[in-house]
């Protein structure tokens, strides 16, 4: 990454911003490129198709029942 960054400041390109999603089957989260916003894409962990975000999700804000659940029972468990 360091290198990429290092490689197109030389050749004076901007750097582009990447949008984030979570996957709604496995909760794997996704980076993708602001042009793929809205197209389907599989995911990388589950192989499922997904929808693309329109435009960029707070990852902070996301969270599913599945990934609540695991955390409370992790607590009860320990």
Sequence with gaps: MIV????SWFRGEEEVKHFHA??????????FHPNRAGSLSLCPR???SI????????LKTVHS????RRLVQKASSN
């Design 4 to 7: 990429k960054n290092i490689i």
């Design 65 to 68: 029942a599945k990934v609540g």
């Design 51 to 58: 929808k693309l975000p329109e435009q960029e999700v707070s």
């Design 46 to 48: 589950c192989r499922r």
């Design 22 to 31: 979570r996957c709604q089957h496995c909760e794997q989260k996704i980076r």
